[in-house]
């Protein structure tokens, strides 16, 4: 039985519930207002019967039609991600570039049989999980240097495998989505605890392969710090670290292989650290009326030793955009949790250093055992989640939603600040004619630094959209570069952000990992194009 089908159009599946019309009458009343306009010219989405892509330019051979599929649809829906090129492109019925066929593979073995059959026929194979990349990280623009492109589906592989109750981890395959894979630890007393944005349609392979950010401000911050070791398909055989909990024996090959983007091999599985059920939290929103004071309360939080699982401070703006307040007020949603012991005193002390920055907050509030699920707190959880919904409300009526995200010290975060803002806003005018909207917030917090991220929102033109955002994008980055920042904290690298990542790393680096992709992937098949850049 194959998995749900995903959307062609947007985030999430076909039988999910349409998208809420509060979103769309949200989104419409807020930008218009922005915007002054009286409405927007909003194109219609292509049918699905009216989408038109090539043929496919190889036959499935018979060794794999057991688990591979070239129908129309099934290509359609592996072809693009959600990054804003990509809903530009499913709005206008563009699939340039559909995979040739697609491989649900069931084991490894399936795994072996495309990588044998794919050298022959100089076929490129794209991993494809949930299809959430915001970064063309699953779209084959491979030009002639390939004969086709096989986009190999791992959602078959969702099974929670074994769970060691006492060193408190897991082996799970990498196709599990977030959901599914949280059921099944439920079952035995436990959880993940790995909610990225996309948590609900992304699976474990690509957290790992993406290196994603997940639900802990601090401390466990990204997937990678859940990873025990991996078992790994490449082209030139089947590869599995070693499981330990810590290691000091040369370079860590698991780090290798997380953030590679499938370049490298497919994970298959995975042994993961499990948290325990949460027995005691706390969670308040603290009121800044200065972002910056704000940001000097966080920095001293993170530089306590006091460790929150929730320290994420969000703009004014932000908060308006998204209906979360109206009090023009900068938020920090702060919380700690706990399987073992009370939190009231780490929480008191954090209270205390928010204070001290002129924070403002209503410790009344904690007294419900809901506090994380009401007023600012509970409005800005559900947003969460709901913003990857947001695209294909304001593609369509022409607004570019944009977003970029970077690490720094806090040395040099202030200046970041101030430049990223000045230069956003200069280059949403040039490419649009017009101011537009832009707020600010952290995800991730360090001793040492923070991951700021910031949102956009400018009003297009059908027929121009791409190239505006690239132009805002581009700017915005540029400066992140310059300044001494991280192309991306959490988001992956894809295809768009590998122009910066190629001015991040070094030279000699670049061609440490193309003598990788050598010995593991002699042939260049897997997904060609993303972090390891060609020779020559």
């Known amino acids: 039985m194959k998995p749900r089908r995903i959307k062609y159009w947007g985030w999430g599946y076909e039988d999910d519930p349409e998208t ?82 697609v491989a ?10 495309v990588m044998d059959w794919a050298v022959g026929a100089r076929a490129a194979i794209i991993p494809f999980g949930g299809g959430t990349t915001v970064n063309g990280g699953i779209e084959p623009r491979l ?15 969702n099974k929670v495998l074994e769970i060691d109750d006492v060193s408190r ?34 699976t474990l392979g690509g957290w790992i392969a993406t290196r994603s950010g997940g639900h802990f401000a601090t401390h466990y911050t990204h997937i990678d710090d859940f990873v025990e070791n991996m078992t790994l398909i490449t082209p030139s055989g089947k590869l599995e670290t070693r499981r330990m909990p810590g290691d000091g024996a040369g370079p860590d090959p698991d780090r290798l292989f997380m953030g590679a983007e499938g370049s490298l091999g497919i994970i298959t599985e995975a042994w993961v650290q499990l948290q325990g059920r949460i027995k005691h939290r706390k969670s308040i929103a603290v009121f800044f009326d200065d972002f910056l004071k704000g940001c000097e ?8 030793g006091l460790y929150p699982s929730n320290l994420r401070i969000i703009d004014a703006e932000e908060a308006r955009v998204n209906y979360v307040s109206d009090k023009n007020k900068h ?47 509970g409005r800005w959880r559900d947003i969460f989640m709901e913003t990857s919904y947001y695209r294909e409300i304001t593609t369509p009526r022409e607004i570019i939603y944009g977003t970029m995200e970077t690490s720094i010290t806090w040395d040099r975060f202030p200046e970041m600040y101030h430049r990223i803002n000045d230069v956003t806003a200069k280059a949403m005018v040039e490419a649009t004619g017009r101011k537009g909207s832009l707020s600010c917030r952290f995800v991730f917090v360090y001793p040492d630094g923070c991951a700021p991220y910031w949102s956009w929102y400018c009003l297009g033109k059908h027929g121009a959209l791409i190239d505006q955002w690239k132009h805002v994008k581009k700017a915005a980055i540029d400066e992140m570069i310059r300044l001494g920042g991280s192309t991306t904290h959490h988001t992956s690298i894809g295809r ?10 070094d030279d000699l680096f670049r061609k440490v990992l193309q003598s990788a992709k050598r010995t593991l992937d002699p042939h260049w098949l897997m997904n060609p194009g993303v972090i390891i850049p060609p020779e020559g």
């Open 331 to 377: 938020i920090l949603f702060l919380a700690f949790e706990s399987t073992d012991h009370p939190v009231d005193a780490w929480m008191d002390r954090a209270l205390e250093i928010c204070a001290d920055y002129g924070g403002k907050f209503d410790r009344s509030i904690m007294a419900r055992p809901d506090s994380h699920r009401v007023e600012e707190q």
């Open 297 to 304: 309360a966080v920095r001293h939080i993170a530089q306590a």
């Open 104 to 113: 649900y593979v069931r084991n490894e073995q399936d795994i072996v049989d």
């Open 496 to 505: 768009d952000h590998m122009p910066w990542l190629n001015r991040q790393t």
């Open 143 to 157: 030009g002639d240097a390939y004969a086709a492109a096989v986009s190999l589906d791992t959602t078959l592989l």
């Open 169 to 202: 981890c897991a082996r799970i395959q990498a196709g599990a989505l977030g959901p599914d894979l949280e059921a099944q630890l439920k079952r035995s007393g436990f959880s993940l605890r790995h909610f990225p944005q996309s948590f609900q349609h992304s």
């Open 20 to 101: 809420p019309r509060v979103l769309i009458d949200n989104i419409e009343r807020y930008f218009s207002k922005f915007f002054r306009v009286s409405g927007f010219n909003t194109i219609p989405l292509p049918a699905l019967d009216n989408v038109k892509i090539r043929a496919p330019r190889v036959a499935i051979p018979a060794k794999l039609k057991a688990f591979c599929t070239d129908s129309r649809e099934e290509r359609i829906r592996h072809a693009l991600g959600r990054s804003p090129i990509d809903y530009v492109k499913i709005f206008n019925g563009e699939y340039e570039n559909p995979p040739d066929m």
